[in-house]
């Protein structure tokens, strides 16, 4: 695996603008490889990367030549604004972590299990030397979303929010668990489309509204049912469950532990082909 250090340890340009570092690339065994131009944008000069996705040779970086660069795109509110490919690409950093990057999205109702879960795999893949961020629902209101309340249209603007930070970490290749109690499949949906086929894996925590309400773990349940919180999942508020997800834990027969549980999850992903680059 290509460590951290190598690729910290890039080369710097040389008067010429050119990037050279022989030391660093023939150290690395990766590097040995054939080499191919990389897509070119109006305005770039030529930048090289290996098919095998290690380090590129840089012979410029890409909107730093002071020549035209392509058209302008209006995409939302957000006009005039152009996309900035980066010379080292997501098969690259894919390859600097042996992993592939992808979103494990888990859904459910408050209570289910799915931050237990999200913590059982990370730490699962953890001790696989695999890189996971957990994006969850009650830590990212506490920042990023604290301007959303649970009304319809800001679950969906919430849902949105993770599933855009989702795709970034995907592609920085890193697995990427977003739990969030997700209750809209429309807006589930949305974020699957985000990805590259494959690369949104929906798990559902099939737990009952029973059983999550016995566990109530926050009180959240009983503060609903006594009229104290309004609209909230479940009691006054919708969960529609997934109908074509990727796996569904909870159910009688399965593994229904926690660490038995994130044991289906690596499995899916190492038969997948998740677990290396
Ligand atoms: N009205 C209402 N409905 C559901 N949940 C509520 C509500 N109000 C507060 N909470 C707390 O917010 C957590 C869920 O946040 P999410 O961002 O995952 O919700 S959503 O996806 O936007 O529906 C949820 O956390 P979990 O219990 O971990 O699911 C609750 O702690
Ligand atoms: N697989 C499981 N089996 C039994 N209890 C669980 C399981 N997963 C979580 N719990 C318990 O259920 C409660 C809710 O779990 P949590 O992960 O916070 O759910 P959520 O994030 O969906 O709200 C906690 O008290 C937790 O210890």
Known sequence: ????????????ASP????????????????????RACV?????????????????ELKSVNGHTGQKQG?????GNSTNIKWHESPVEKVDRQRLLDQKGCVIWVTGLSGSGKSTLACALNQ??????????????DN?????????SFKAEDRAENIRRVGEVAKLFADAGIICIASLISPYRRDRDACRTLLPEGDFVEVFMNVSLEVCEARDPKGLYKLARAGKIKGFTGIDDPYEPPLNC?????????????????ETVVAYLEHKGYLKA
């Open 40 to 56: 070119s944008m109006e305005g770039s000069q030529t930048m090289r990367h290996s098919t095998n996705g290690s380090i590129p």
């Open 246 to 262: 990727e796996i569904s834990l909870g159910q009688e027969g399965t593994g229904t532990s926690p660490i038995e549980m994130a």
């Open 1 to 12: 695996m290509i460590g951290a250090k190598s690729f910290l340890g890039l080369p710097t």
């Open 124 to 137: 699962k893949l953890y001790q696989k030397g695999k890189l996971c961020y957990i994006l969850d629902g």
């Open 140 to 148: 990212v209101r506490h920042g990023l979303n604290r301007d959303l």
């Open 71 to 75: 058209p302008l795109s209006t995409v």
């Open 16 to 35: 010429k603008g050119i990037i050279s570092d022989s030391n660093s690339l023939s150290t690395n065994s990766r590097s040995v490889g054939v080499f």
